[in-house]
């Protein structure tokens, strides 16, 4: 059972490109969390999404930041116009829905770098 | 909100000793879990313990143990016979038991404790 995968593992973007950010859960989840760490932080929270729904997008930047979990497919994080700020390592996790024994796994994280 | 603190931005033990790492959290619930994750260089997020708030017991994995103290909200990891592997970052984080439909299984981390080994 593959456990989750983002990819890619490293993107490097210029100033005002964009970036896409992609995780697959694993086989069975349907909830997928996106975290950020920046350099010498903690993981912070960004957005929580269900099969095409989003529940939770309080950690997400108000702005250039978008997130998506189609029906079919990767979960994507979606950054427009990226900024040297937007550097950092991103975290997916997912888990399955019986609460409250929904144990988030992680993936290996994508790191992003803007120059 | 809940808040994770981790006062100790670095630590160093030597191998085959013991070493404790401290993690502090506020919160205004009564049912949470707590949680212990590594990072090792590979920036791989392991889940190296759990705590159920509800249990009086300290959780235990093999060489890694905690010592809960509801009252305190402390939370603390003891490594024991520390391993040259056992180096990484280490983040204690916090997480609601109470069913929020909009907040899910989110996860409060700290800042991190940077885990030396001397061999």
């Known amino acids: 059972n593959a456990g989750v995968m983002q990819n890619p593992r490293h993107l490097v973007r210029r100033r005002g490109q964009e970036a896409r950010l992609r995780c697959s859960p694993m086989k069975g989840h349907s909830h997928v969390y996106w975290y950020r760490q920046l350099p010498e932080e903690g993981l912070k929270f960004m957005v929580y999404l269900q099969k095409e729904n989003i529940i939770d997008e309080s950690g997400m930047p108000k702005e250039r930041f978008s997130a998506e979990f189609p029906k079919e497919g990767p979960s994507i994080l979606r950054i427009q116009q990226v900024v040297r700020g937007d550097s950092a390592a991103y975290f997916c996790?997912?888990?399955?829905?019986?609460?409250?024994?929904?144990?988030?796994?992680f993936g290996p994280g994508t790191r992003l770098t803007v120059l | 909100a809940q808040t994770v603190t981790q006062s100790q931005p670095e630590m160093s033990v030597q191998e085959a000793e013991t070493v404790t790492l401290s993690c502090t959290y506020d919160?205004?619930?009564?049912?949470?879990?707590l949680f212990w994750y590594k990072q090792p260089p590979s920036r791989q997020m392991i889940l190296v313990i759990r705590q159920e708030a509800y249990k009086q017991q300290n959780a235990t994995e093999n060489r890694f143990s905690v010592n809960f103290q509801k009252a305190a909200k402390s939370f603390s990891l003891k490594i024991s016979d520390s391993q040259l592997g056992d180096a990484a970052m280490y983040f204690c984080?916090?997480?609601?038991?109470?069913?929020?439909?909009?907040?899910?299984?989110?996860?409060?981390f700290g800042e991190g404790t940077q885990l030396t080994v001397n061999p």
């Open positions: 996790a997912s888990s399955h829905g019986t609460w409250p024994y929904n144990e988030q796994f």
């Open positions: 984080a916090y997480r609601s038991a109470v069913m929020e439909e909009t907040s899910g299984s989110r996860l409060t």
């Open positions: 919160t205004s619930e009564s049912d949470y879990y």
